[in-house]
DNA sequence: TTGTACGCGTTATCAT
DNA sequence: ATGATAACGCGTACAA
């Protein structure tokens, strides 16, 4: 415990009479094996290092060394319970490996990514990570001139090195999951349409069903924000047609408790009216009152892998795609069979 | 846009033929008024550094000036969809003061904390935010010795400066809502013991049922993770007693969603049965398929004032203890009157 | 208006 | 085993 001004390896080395690129060496643990400091003398510059209270300054030692050890992370919010998970992925392993990190929302927004990716720049981080990506890509074309190796997470783009969950096979599981039921006049809430997770699962889905002869058709794909309000919003003109849909795929779990709440609204139950099925698989689907059926996401895993991958471009090694396995799980929202029009 | 090799203020001065400090000084916007950099060699210093695509380097920057403009702020963890909330205000608001945050999550574990808060004084933060306080207060006790200048969020701790809820009064809006409705034999699942939030909400509202005559004994008042699983494993605890309590406060939203699961799990009916209220107000509160009464806690406001008040503090305004007004929501969830045992 | 010189805290290299 | 020196990129007092 230290007080007052900053101590640094200045102040250390007047203390003990030595000079500073000596109390460095003892502090950073360098000069291998049989030529270290002296024991005494390195014990004299641990015990006065921890009584003034020395904290080594990174950022010093960055602009020497010409790395931060700092790697920037892009997500679009980290209200959003998937992200903030990919997000503690992110952190555990970036730390495991020896990297900080430093987070910010875009909000999906071109300007804020903008203005934060320069800001995460001018801090010199080593690497990026995007959890944000658009599907167009023209942003990451852009920040390819950089330099600065990066990684996508949550959302692929392009033909750019990603961790993602299989989303294809995602948005087949649920589809495979409501054919099986019976259910053959199906709506989507596809989410945002930039978002390559949510094309992805949307497209698999409504694939599965056009190849047995029924197709979804273009106004029971509803795109909409990946929340709550946005799988309302999406929910109301879903079931708007008449007849009604008799189930629906949404591509997030707080989007289908959206829909949940506007399919009550309406008189309707879950699970006998309406099949719903959402994704993710986030821990509160499962305690809902109508236990959601979703198909799971490893979102942690997800960021730390991401992060794994990351690290093994930056000493070399070739950039891939990896996609994780999703599995389906089926709970009371979508547990019983289809029973008529 | 720029490729490769990092440019710097060198680079653009020798492109130039002018100096370093010359080129410094016109991007900086320094020398005011009248002795401004003449115009034409203002333009073509940010002609050049456009097109050699530099990016100052903060951290060089912030060593010279010895200030980072960097806020550091800890949280218990990101995935709490409130602390992900109250992050979003700082983050916001940080930016409008011109100082950029660098988050990580504690995962209310000091060794975890003590850890990323040296990694956060080693970037030289100039502040900190702390949203994951214990009430006992010992490691910020430690902390203070650092100089460091820190408001906390969220969590009150002794007499630190902090901007929380009015959580008593939230914890009173709930027990007169209760009270009213002719509720006596209550239960509390009152989150973690060491958050201050749940404990002040803890005690406005059994102290208002204890002054009217009807304590809240003490096994009806459960510790528990502010998670929906943590909501439910106290539920279960609180309904294993006969007869059960005919309602239920929950200091988290996410918990009460927990014990929403557990009452239906038992066969009884949230809002008929056993009344329930959350605390937060958090978006699906509202959508849930028996929608939730719940106290708002106005998140974001709290960490922006947060901010506020740092900054404040920063420019020698003394610290402050504020809090923000709850206000309660009904919903059906705890609608109806109480009918009898 | 522009140039010179130095220091911020650290590490790498060379000399002792 | 330790000391001396330079350099990372930037900002600022001072001189021209």
Redesign the pocket.
């Known amino acids: 415990m230290a007080s007052g001004g900053?101590a640094?390896?200045?102040t250390i080395a007047e203390l003990t009479?030595?000079?500073?690129?000596?109390v460095?060496?003892v502090?950073?643990g360098?000069?291998s094996g049989?030529?270290?400091?002296?024991a005494a003398?390195a014990e004299r510059v641990r015990q006065v290092a921890l009584e003034v209270g020395y904290v080594?300054?990174i950022q010093?030692?960055g602009?020497?060394?010409?790395s931060s050890r700092l790697l920037g992370v892009m997500m679009a919010r980290l209200t959003d319970q998937v992200l903030a998970s990919i997000y503690e992925g992110v952190e555990r392993t970036a730390t495991q490996h020896g990297f900080h990190t430093m987070v910010s929302n875009s909000w999906d927004d071109p300007a804020t990514r903008q203005a934060h990716v320069s800001m995460l720049l001018s801090r010199r981080v080593d690497a990026m990570i995007f959890g944000d990506a658009h599907v167009d890509g023209a942003f990451l074309a852009g920040f390819a001139a950089h330099g600065v190796p990066f990684v996508l997470v949550n959302r692929r783009a392009g033909d750019h090195p990603s961790v993602t969950c299989d989303d294809l096979a995602g948005g087949q599981l649920a589809a495979e999951h409501l054919y099986a039921l019976g259910h053959r006049r199906v709506g989507v809430v596809a989410g945002l349409p930039y978002a390559a997770n949510g094309i992805d699962r949307t497209a698999a889905f409504t694939r599965y069903f056009a190849e047995r002869g029924h197709p979804v058709p273009g106004d029971q794909v509803v795109h909409a924000s990946f929340d709550a309000a946005g799988g309302a919003l999406a929910a109301e003109k879903l079931l708007d047609r008449a007849p009604h849909p008799s189930a629906i795929f949404a591509v997030s779990d707080f989007a289908a408790i959206g829909v949940l709440g506007v399919l009550r609204e309406r008189g309707l139950r879950a699970g006998r009216d309406v099949a719903v099925v959402g994704f993710n698989d986030v821990p509160i689907a499962a305690q809902l009152t109508i236990p959601l059926s979703s198909v799971r996401n490893p979102m942690y895993e997800v960021g730390a892998r991401g992060v794994d991958l990351l690290v093994r471009m930056m000493r070399g090694e070739p950039p891939e795609r990896i996609t994780l396995a999703p599995e389906l799980r089926i709970r009371e929202s979508s547990a019983s069979p289809y029973t008529g029009a």
Chains 1, 2 share one sequence.
């Open positions: 900053r640094t390896l200045k009479g030595l000079h500073v690129s000596t460095s060496r502090l950073n360098t000069t049989a030529r270290a400091a002296s003398t080594p300054d010093a030692a602009l020497r060394r010409q």
